[in-house]
């Protein structure tokens, strides 16, 4: 049986991080404050990362009758509303780029 569990990493108990680092091994530390928006079937993430800035990501939950394309263009429509250039997205985990 496969139990889930629902906590931010820092509030694991020692032992299970200890096991996951090891096992998995540690690929950096980001530390970040989220704030949850919804507009629509869009959740829109404003992160603040530390010793990095702030971040805006769109994920867009699909309906079931939908293809990736529509979810694509619910992404690129909210972009031009709020101003998003092609030239300010990242293509790297928080973690790659405090790596670099």
Do not use: C, W
């Amino acid at each position: 049986m496969l139990n889930m569990v629902d906590k931010p990493i820092g509030e694991l108990s020692g032992d299970l991080k200890d096991l996951l680092s090891e096992a998995l091994g540690v690929a950096g530390k980001v530390v970040k404050k989220r704030t949850l928006y919804l507009i629509g079937q869009t959740r829109i993430h404003v992160d603040e990362v530390e010793s990095l800035g702030n971040f805006m990501e769109f994920e867009v939950v699909l309906k079931e009758e939908q293809n990736p394309e529509e979810g694509e263009a619910i992404a690129r429509d909210l972009m031009k509303k709020f101003n998003i250039q092609e030239k300010d997205l990242i293509d790297r985990a928080y973690v790659d780029l405090l790596n670099h």
